[in-house]
Every structure is written in structure tokens, then in C-alpha cells.
């Protein structure tokens, strides 16, 4: 049954959300928004690509289902590339447009989380060619994983959006530069968020020339979409309230937890259906007790009495935005491994400009009291006061390369 686009569409979600009061009128977001509905109505008979084969075989499909997709993918709508300043609602307008995209095969993914899934199948598939050569003493053939892999994405999602575009890590960048080369020949529509425009990703970064066909494929498959209105909606919802809460007791967890309610656009009423999430973590799993539209809560104990490390901090980093930590205890010998696991974690969410509000119990100057880290927590200290700046909170969500 066809969709009925006059009423399903971005375009009637979002003047509903203006005529309840969750949104305000944006000029910016209203011209995203008509981009938005172009490409929704493109999609409304736009063939869904794992559609066309119940079971793939990367063998039986190439090369006569790359030809036969080739010739589709030079037909494909163009994607969207939404960029612009921290808390301009890019990510809500891609998660509206998520919600009600007339395609079943979708994903919609933290850009950070994506990579980490796209390097786990590149081991899955080096892994196997070792086997393969071994078994042939040696000598067999060893295949270019990517191909394999973005066939595989294809299948499994002909729509994918990612939240936060960035690229920092060179690995990535030669990784990415290939798989959507590959992912654009197969149809896959791409919709991104990021804070900065493509001619800026991996600024600064090694071999960056190597890296400059991709941005060039970007700009081609993709429709730019600034996103530069005077409004930061997620610093006027932290603007004026306290990231920093003590000592522990009800009121100041109350407080804190209204300031998560206003971030990600809940209602206290509806505590109890507030999501969990998983990380995964080389190979582990990694529990986030509470996380909605890039906000993540974790209790004090569960990210520094627990033995974790850099990895799982940050994995936390690049994930969110903004964390919320509740019962910072005061430290001396008796806990001072979590002392160094929170300034490990500090270090992680200060390095990627991640907002960090908490409750403690006592104030960030006074938080060590005694042990044998006392000038590396001074940095911590030093940080935790800089990141309830307005400089800082008005950053962007990200790793910088610096010259």
C-alpha cells in the first residue's frame, strides 16, 4: 500500500511538533526540513536493495547483481549531509526523518559505533583469509575485505544515518575513503550529521591527500545542508544551570536529574521508560544504565569501582555528548584506583569536549583528599572547572586534530 506522503512526511512531523510547543520556528531548520521531505517522497518507490535477495551470497551475487545495482545506484536520490554548530537539532531532524523514512532496511547509528562495527568485520575477514591461506599452504589469494563488507551493509540497510561524522583516526579515514566509495555504487542512501562541513573532516590529519576523494564523493552524493541558526538549543537548555552538584543528597540528585529530562526532551513523569544501551568494547560489553539523544547516566561505581580502563572511556567519549555522573565520593587511600580511573575518565570526556555534569560529595577543589596522585588530579581538577565554562559548553561534540 502506497504511503500517504501529505501526512507521513518530515514536513507534517515537524509542524506538529511546532504546534504542540516542543519546537520553536527555526528558518534554518525549516529549509533542512524541506530537503528532508524531498528526499522522503524520493524514497516512497525507491526499490529496497537486501529486497531484491532473501539470502546473500557475495559469490552468486557478483559480478551480475553488482552490474544490475550499479545501473540503480547511478539513479539513487542523493543523501543528506547535515552540518553546523553544537545544538542546532541535526540529530533531531535526522531522528524525525529516521522515524518516518518509508524504507524497512534501516540503521541509524552513532558514526563512532558504525566504524567500530566496519573494523570488527575487517578482522572477521582477515581472520578467514588466514585461514584460507593456510589451508592452501599459503598460497590463496588474499581478497579485499571491503567490497565483501559494503555488500553486506547494503543488504542489511539501504538507508543509513549517522549521528556525528567525524574523522580523527587515519585508520578510519582510509577505511571510510574505500567502504563509501563502495556503499554509493550499491544504492545505499546516506544521511549525516556533523559539526563541521566536509571540506574540514580530517583536517589536519596524516595523509590527509589520500583522504580527499572521499570528501569529494561526499559532496557528490550528498546534499549540503548548513545548519548555522542563531539558536544553540543545547546550551540554552544547560545555559544558567548548575553541571557541577554538592553535596549528595535528594535535592541535588533531583536537580540533576531534571537538568537529563531537559536535555533529551523527556518528561519526568516518564522516568521508568527512559532506555538502557550496550557499548560494545573490544570484543565486550559495556552497560549504560540510562541514554537518550546523546545523553548517557552512569552511577559513580559502575564507571570507577568497576576495573575499567581507557578503551571503555573512550569508547563512553565518542558515543555521547554529554554523560551525567552521579555520587562522586571524596578520595584518599582507601579508594584511590577509582581516583585514577576518574582521571582517566576526565581526561577522555575533556579531550573530545564532552559536557559532563555530576553530583559529588564534596566540591571539585576539595574532591582529593589525600593519596598518591595528588599532582595528576590537579589537572583533573583543573578541567572539571574549565568544563563548567560557557567556552567549554558551547563547544563542539569531538576530537580536534591539531596542527
Same mark, same amino acid.
Given at each position: 500500500?502506497?504511503? =500517504? ?11 506538529t511538533?511546532?504546534q504542540?510547543?516542543?519546537l520553536?520556528?527555526?528558518?534554518d531548520?525549516a ?7 524531498q ?5 516512497? =518507490?525507491?526499490?529496497?536493495?537486501g ?5 546473500f551470497?557475495f ?5 551480475a &547483481?553488482?552490474l544490475?545495482?550499479? +545501473?540503480k545506484?547511478? @539513479?539513487?536520490?542523493? &543523501? ?7 545544538g ?14 518509508p ?28 585461514q ?8 590463496a ?18 538507508l ?16 571510510l ?18 559539526? /563541521? ?34 539558536n544553540?538549543?543545547?546550551?540554552n537548555?544547560?545555559? &544558567? ?14 536537580q540533576?536529574?531534571?537538568? $537529563?529530562?531537559?536535555? #533529551?526532551? /523527556?518528561?519526568?513523569?516518564?522516568? =521508568?521508560?527512559?532506555?538502557?544501551e550496550a ?8 552497560? !549504560? ?7 548517557? !547516566? ?10 575499567l &580502563? ?7 567519549a565518542?558515543?555521547y555528548?554529554?554523560?551525567i555522573?552521579v555520587?562522586?565520593?571524596?578520595? +584518599?587511600e582507601? +579508594? ?5 580511573? $576518574?582521571? #582517566? ?10 559536557? $559532563? ?13 589525600a ?8 589537572r583533573?581538577?583543573? /578541567? ?5 565554562s560557557?567556552?567549554?559548553?558551547? /563547544?563542539? @561534540? ?6
Amino acid at each position: 500500500m502506497q504511503k =500517504d506522503t501529505k501526512n507521513n512526511g518530515p514536513e507534517a512531523e515537524y509542524q506538529t511538533l511546532l504546534q504542540i510547543g516542543e519546537l520553536k520556528p527555526d528558518a534554518d531548520q525549516a529549509r533542512a526540513v524541506a530537503v528532508l521531505e524531498q528526499l522522503y517522497r524520493e524514497l516512497i =518507490d525507491y526499490p529496497e536493495i537486501g529486497s531484491q535477495r532473501s539470502s546473500f551470497s557475495f559469490k552468486k551475487w557478483w559480478p551480475a &547483481g553488482f552490474l544490475r545495482w550499479s +545501473n540503480k545506484a547511478q @539513479h539513487a536520490p542523493k &543523501g543528506i549531509y547535515l552540518y553546523g554548530g553544537v545544538g542546532r537539532g541535526k540529530s533531531m531532524l535526522m531522528d524525525l526523518f529516521f522515524s518516518v523514512a518509508p524504507i524497512t532496511a534501516k540503521r541509524r547509528t552513532h558514526f563512532h559505533e558504525f566504524m567500530l562495527d566496519i573494523h570488527a568485520r575487517l578482522k572477521e575477514r582477515h581472520e578467514l583469509s588466514a585461514q584460507k591461506r593456510a589451508q592452501h599452504g599459503g598460497h590463496a589469494q588474499d581478497e579485499d575485505p571491503i567490497p565483501f563488507i559494503a555488500q553486506q551493509i547494503a543488504h542489511e540497510s539501504t538507508l543509513l544515518c549517522f549521528d556525528e561524522l567525524q574523522v580523527t583516526d587515519i585508520a578510519d579515514a582510509m577505511v571510510l575513503a574505500r567502504l563509501f566509495k563502495e556503499l554509493f555504487a550499491q544504492g545505499v542512501i546516506i544521511i549525516a550529521t556533523s559539526n /563541521r562541513p566536509p571540506e574540514e573532516l580530517y583536517k589536519n590529519g596524516l595523509n590527509r591527500q589520500r583522504f580527499l576523494p572521499c570528501i569529494e564523493q561526499i559532496k557528490q552524493k550528498l546534499i549540503m545542508v548548513p545548519l548555522d541558526g542563531p539558536n544553540d538549543y543545547r546550551y540554552n537548555r544547560l545555559k &544558567g544551570a548548575e553541571t557541577y552538584y554538592f553535596p549528595i543528597n535528594p535535592e541535588t540528585t533531583a536537580q540533576l536529574s531534571a537538568t $537529563f529530562f531537559r536535555l #533529551t526532551d /523527556r518528561r519526568v513523569e516518564d522516568r =521508568d521508560k527512559v532506555p538502557s544501551e550496550a557499548l560494545k568494547v573490544q570484543g565486550r560489553t559495556l552497560f !549504560v544504565p540510562k541514554a537518550a539523544r546523546g545523553v548517557a !547516566v552512569f552511577s559513580f561505581k559502575r564507571l570507577c569501582a568497576n576495573p575499567l &580502563g581507557s578503551a571503555d572511556y573512550l569508547t563512553i567519549a565518542r558515543t555521547y555528548h554529554t554523560v551525567i555522573m552521579v555520587a562522586i565520593p571524596q578520595f +584518599n587511600e582507601q +579508594n584511590n584506583d577509582e581516583a585514577k580511573r $576518574f582521571v #582517566t575518565l576526565i581526561d577522555a570526556l575533556y579531550e573530545h569536549n564532552v559536557k $559532563f555534569l555530576c553530583s559529588a560529595a564534596v566540591p571539585a577543589q576539595s574532591l582529593y583528599a589525600a593519596g598518591d596522585i595528588r599532582f595528576e588530579f590537579e589537572r583533573t581538577i583543573s /578541567r572539571l572547572m574549565e568544563m563548567q565554562s560557557e567556552d567549554y559548553l558551547t /563547544r563542539g @561534540h569531538g576530537k580536534v586534530i591539531q596542527d
